[in-house]
């Protein structure tokens, strides 16, 4: 777990402003490897302000960026898709209330689907399935989930057929989605808690009224004072177990869903209670929305702080599946610290040290390898770290 800070960039900034602080980057995605969806490419791709960077981790490098038209916009959420013919195709939305859908390859956005909604709502999460590469959820910030058919953009144009198929509500804003394909469960992060729905082919209206289901997530023995329920991160890591974040609580969850619910189709309960098998341990923070970030293939799981460091956890040897009364308590396997970065842009214009504020780590990628992790903050960083 010995990594090296090897490229940390500011490729986000309001009017190409090399000494912008201010911008938030909010996600970051790494793209599937189109010949082994398991897998990913050295490719990442990261939102904020009204700009997507698709950025090579080997080198650094910014490949290939999208700007949106709109001022106005702020990405907030990433997802990636691989396409019958191997291309993959990146879609992407925030307070403009506009599904966008880039051709990496040409820095395109060759679709742009306008939500209506009220003002001042947002695209929060955005998520295809891992199974069906058209069926894109798409949750925002008023709780409700829409299920979007892409249809199957053909190149050279791409031009296709994007259709909304059902709707339904969290009935609580939605910050994160997760689908676990073993239970059929659609999973969201809210406000009021951990919510989710049985979502089943073929996705039509005629699952427009899916039953809500509400997971109990238990309070952690943090010493802070915990009075939310707000849920910002859930992952399905694989085969069912899942790894939930709440606020104000210095935990991560790890637990196996398909115990949680059991047989869906047989039971009439809509109410569950989460019983973790792991619980890591993390930072003692009261700030919100730092979203966790890890690959099964790499072993490794990630979120980062509001000091600017990453918690690392090695979760390949954990069993996932143990039958103990008490959940094991895991410590992070390292720490790496927010490192000393000379910024002569911000002293130039003299602007104070990146480190003068908190440094939120807003979300956390991590490779097929466990080679790269990429982090990224509120104060318009693009974090690189490589394995040592």
């Known amino acids: 777990m010995d990594f090296n800070p090897v490229h940390f960039l500011r490729c986000h900034s309001r009017k190409n ?20 969806l398991d897998k990913t490419t050295n490719l990442v791709a990261t939102c904020g302000g009204n700009s997507i960077c698709f950025i090579d ?12 038209k709109d001022l106005r916009e702020m990405f907030y959420s990433l997802a990636w898709t691989t396409l019958p ?16 859908l880039i051709n990496k390859s040409e820095s395109v956005s060759f679709l742009q689907y306008p939500l209506k909604l009220k003002p001042k709502l947002r695209i ?22 829409r299920v979007c058919d892409i249809g199957t953009p053909i190149a050279p144009d791409y031009k296709t057929d994007f259709k909304i198929l059902s709707r339904f509500s969290a009935e609580s804003e939605i910050f994160s989605l997760a689908l676990c394909t073993v239970t059929n469960v659609l999973l969201a992060g809210c406000n009021d808690g951990l919510r989710g729905w049985h979502v089943i082919k073929p996705f039509d209206t005629s699952n427009s009224s899916v039953e809500l289901l509400h997971f109990n997530v238990p309070q952690s023995n943090s010493e802070s004072n915990c ?25 991560i969850y790890i637990w ?27 930072s003692n ?15 490794l799981l990630c979120c980062g702080d509001d000091e600017g460091a990453l918690w690392l956890y090695d979760i390949s040897e954990l069993d996932f599946k143990h039958n103990k009364v ?7 396997t390292a720490i790496l610290p927010w490192p000393y970065v000379t910024d002569s842009n911000s002293e130039n214009k003299r602007k104070l040290n990146l480190d003068v504020y908190d440094i939120v780590v807003d979300k956390v990628a991590v490779d097929s390898t466990g080679k790269y992790i990429v982090a990224v903050t509120n104060n318009n960083m693009v974090c690189i770290w490589e394995k040592a």
């Open 57 to 68: 981790v080997t080198t650094g490098d910014v490949v290939a960026k999208y700007v949106s």
């Open 326 to 332: 008490k959940p094991v308590l895991v410590e992070p």
């Open 285 to 299: 923070t009261d700030n919100y929305f730092m979203y966790i970030g890890a690959h099964i293939a790499a072993g």
């Open 227 to 251: 009075d939310t329920e707000l849920v910002d991160s859930v992952e399905v890591l694989k085969d069912g177990v899942v790894a939930t974040k709440c606020a104000l609580q210095a935990a």
């Open 85 to 100: 013919n191997g291309i993959n195709v990146l879609a992407c939305g925030g307070a403009r209330n506009v599904i966008h």
């Open 256 to 282: 196996y869903l398909p115990s949680t619910v059991g047989n869906l189709k047989k039971t009439k309960c809509n109410s569950f209670t989460v019983a973790p098998t792991h619980i890591l341990h993390w």
């Open 124 to 145: 929060q999460a955005l998520l295809f399935h891992p199974e069906s590469y058209n069926i894109l959820f798409c949750g925002t910030s008023d709780g409700d989930v």
């Open 17 to 36: 402003d090399n000494a912008d602080v201010q911008t938030q980057v909010w996600m970051c995605v790494f793209e599937p490897d189109p010949k082994d």
